[in-house]
């Protein structure tokens, strides 16, 4: 039978490998699945564990361990959630030990290499633009979308870095890009405000959050299905208020 220290240690894998994860965009099946791999591979019959978008709690059957771990933050970094199924999976073909797997996970929460700020903005100017030229769009709107897709990007970013409120950040954002696509329409640089706001718009839209959100429904995780569709819908919600705000006052 395991010690009370490595019952502790299975639990604080396993909580820091389901923090990773549902921090940065996992959905609640691959938590699930995943968690339960890795506490099945330490030597765990039939874990406890239970994953919502907010927090995570296990425990050991007949063992007097058990904890929670609040999730306070939630973004989209796959990578990291990529990371740390390889690493379950090197755990479960015996390739580390469970300590070694514990300092991989660390290492993973707090050295994972992130998308520099400018990558981020070239793939946001860019995504925006050439989605305005598939929905039809003429390609007199394909600059002015590039930037005012940057434009838009930034102050996201800008704001959802120093003030962590992302629901004002997108809302702030909308305000400047509807701004900025009626000014550069107004200048006759562009044609469409419509397709501008829309190309310009879509890389600030939720769409992991809410393909996760209608996979947990499916997959019975129905607290987190729930969740983060109305963490989804409130993002669109305050995209298009920053949107509708500008058209009626401009």
């Not at 874990?47 to 609040?70: C, D, H, L, N």
């Not at 600059?143 to 930034?154: C, D, M, R, W």
């Not at 870095?161 to 562009?190: C, Q, Y």
């Not at 959100?213 to 997959?219: S, Y």
Request: glycine letters at 6%; hydrophobic letters at 50%.
């Amino acid at each position: 039978m395991a010690t009370t220290q490595d019952d502790s240690l299975i639990i604080e894998t396993v909580m820091l490998a389901g923090k990773i994860m549902v921090e940065n965009g996992a959905d609640m099946a691959r938590v699930d699945s995943t968690l339960k791999r890795i506490a099945c591979n330490a030597g765990i019959d039939e874990p406890k564990i239970f994953e919502t978008t907010t927090g995570i709690t296990m425990s050991i059957p007949r063992r007097y361990q058990a904890q929670v771990e609040p999730i306070t933050k939630r973004t989209i970094d796959l990578e990291k959630v990529s990371r740390v199924n390889e690493a379950s999976r090197a755990f479960q073909a015996h390739k580390m030990t469970l300590q070694e797997f514990y300092n991989k996970l660390v290492e993973i929460d707090t050295a994972a290499p992130f998308f520099a700020f400018y990558w981020q903005l070239i793939a946001a100017a860019l995504m925006g633009a050439l989605l305005v030229i598939m929905y039809g769009s003429s390609w007199e709107d394909f600059l002015p979308t590039v930037i005012v897709s940057a434009l838009g990007f930034s102050c996201f970013y800008f704001f959802n870095t120093r003030f962590k409120i992302r629901f004002v950040s997108e809302f702030i954002a909308a305000l400047v890009i509807g701004f900025f696509a009626v000014i550069f329409v107004r200048m006759h640089f562009g044609t469409t405000v419509n397709q501008i706001t829309i190309g310009a718009l879509m890389p600030l839209v939720p769409g992991v959050p809410l393909t996760n959100a209608v996979r947990d429904l499916l997959a019975g995780h129905i607290l987190s299905g729930i969740a983060r569709g109305a963490e989804a819908a409130l993002s669109a919600c305050a995209l298009g208020l920053g949107i509708a705000f500008i058209l009626r006052f401009m």
